[in-house]
């Protein structure tokens, strides 16, 4: 199994408050459609952090490269893509081999 980290930094012009709304509720129901993810979190700071270089993660669990490659393909996977350009100035993805220490 994989993680793909998504960090993400909001759009200029975007309220904190909104950007929390966004990714712990509304990005969700995207998220909901891809087929193949066997677990989906979000993560948002806590309070604003005008220095941080990003304001919230989501974690992705896929079976394999191949299954999230082949459900970001799907529409539901732009469609999330697509979503999340809108709310974010700032995106990097990073593809993950979690291991748990404790």
């Known amino acids: ?3 793909v980290m998504a ?4 759009k200029d012009g975007m309220s904190f408050q909104d950007f ?3 990714i712990l509720e509304d990005h969700v129901a995207f ?3 891809l087929p ?4 989906y ?3 948002v700071l806590r309070a604003e952090n005008a ?3 990003f304001d919230g993660v989501s974690e992705m669990y896929f079976d394999s490269e191949q299954a999230m490659a082949d459900a970001f393909a799907t529409e539901a996977g732009k469609a999330a893509g697509g979503d999340a350009a809108a709310h974010c100035s700032n995106r990097f993805r990073m593809i993950c081999d979690e ?4």
């Open 41 to 43: 979190t979000s993560n």
């Open 31 to 33: 998220a909901r459609n």
């Open 99 to 102: 291991k748990l220490q404790f």
């Open 51 to 53: 220095e941080a270089p």
């Open 36 to 39: 193949g993810m066997r677990k």
């Open 1 to 3: 199994m994989i993680k």
């Open 20 to 22: 929390r709304k966004w």
């Open 7 to 10: 960090l993400m930094k909001r």
